[in-house]
């Protein structure tokens, strides 16, 4: 009994998003290339963090904000035509600022992003985990239809059944200083973090930064999670100096103080999944090599990489012991595989 497992690292641009069908179409590409191999196991595919934010442009129906060379511009390109529409959201939401303009578009952006994995899912027979996007929560009644049920926005990311139907919205808890802080984001609660029950084990999301924090792997842990997915777009160069300690790379710090050590010892935790964003595009330049990593107390050897140019050298195995597939560099895109014992196998503990 069999786990497929893959981390897909979106090269994004702003091509992906000049349609609901575009992003469909390049959405399913990597899907297809992500489940190659898996045969009848069952499998679970993760998208990066903020793979889901470029479509409120999308949502916006105006060609000229997707040309734009900032997420900034591209809205203050939008704000001429679409004011109007921004300040009734306003009015309704009782929010101001970057909540009311996300906020004019939720509906429609959470339907291409919902719609396309669900699809996605359905398509693969995959637990998919959709990124993340800048967005209220939106719910669907028959009396109301689509609709914004709570106002505030979130950086959250959705985690959809292998037949389209929708899991769980996990809220991003900690959010990064600077940019998220001042894009009028709310933060997720702790004791709202839930495991969902899937085909391929019980199964959390840490998104991004929430994955380096020891309450929130611990609340995992606690809540029974076998597989933690840690959607990320980390918006640095991997080369680079990391700010805490220059003496490492950014690239050997987040390797090393993440996931791969982190879920080491855990009780329950057995499988971790990191899909990273890449590409230059909305003014954002985000770097980082995808990874899967097992539980070394739990799954002593686990797993067979299933595409050469992700499988691990022996001196990266080494130097972050667990570690079962790693992306081969931090620029381009690739979607990395492994096939592991499944969670609830027979004598899988």
């Known amino acids: 009994m069999e786990l497929h497992l893959a981390a897909v690292q979106v090269a994004w641009s702003p091509a992906m998003y000049a349609s609901p069908q575009a992003f469909r179409e390049r959405v399913m590409a990597l899907a297809e290339e992500a489940v190659a191999g898996a045969g009848e196991c069952a499998r679970l595919i993760a998208y990066p963090e903020l793979v889901g934010l470029p479509l409120l442009l999308t949502a916006s129906g105006d060609p000229r904000a997707l040309e734009a060379p900032t997420f900034a511009s591209a809205l203050a390109r939008l704000a001429p035509a679409h004011a109007g529409r921004w300040l009734r959201a306003a009015w309704r ?93 709310h933060r997720g609660r702790l004791e709202d973090l839930r495991v969902a029950r899937t085909s391929a084990g019980r199964v959390g999301v840490a998104v991004c930064l929430d994955g380096f924090h020891e309450r929130v792997l611990s609340t995992f842990d606690a809540l029974g999670a076998q597989v933690v997915v840690q959607p990320s777009a980390n918006d640095a160069p991997w080369e680079r100096p990391w700010p805490p300690d220059p003496r490492r790379s950014e690239g050997d710090a987040w390797l090393g103080e993440g996931l791969q050590r982190r879920i080491q010892g855990r009780a329950s935790l057995r499988y971790a999944v990191n899909p990273m964003l890449v590409g230059d595009a909305f003014g ?66």
Do not use: C
């Open 93 to 185: 939401s009782r929010r101001f600022g970057p909540a009311a303009v996300y906020g004019s578009y939720a509906v429609d952006a959470y339907r291409i992003w919902f719609d396309t994995f669900a699809a996605t899912a359905r398509a693969t027979n995959s637990v998919v985990v959709a990124g993340s996007a800048f967005l209220p929560d939106v719910d669907e009644e028959p009396s109301l239809g689509w609709h914004v049920r709570d106002w505030r926005v979130n950086n959250a990311a959705l985690t959809i059944a292998p037949n389209g139907k929708l899991l769980a919205r996990t809220a991003k808890v900690h959010l990064t200083r600077g940019s998220e802080s001042r894009a009028g984001l």
């Open 284 to 349: 954002l330049a985000p770097r980082g090599r995808s990874s899967i990593a097992a539980n070394l107390a739990l799954d002593a050897a686990p797993a067979e990489p299933q595409q050469r140019e992700a499988k691990v050298a022996p001196d990266e195995m080494r130097t972050w012991p667990g570690l079962l597939a790693l992306a081969s560099d931090a620029e381009r895109e690739q979607v990395v595989k492994a096939r592991v014992r499944h969670p609830n196998a027979p004598g899988a503990g």
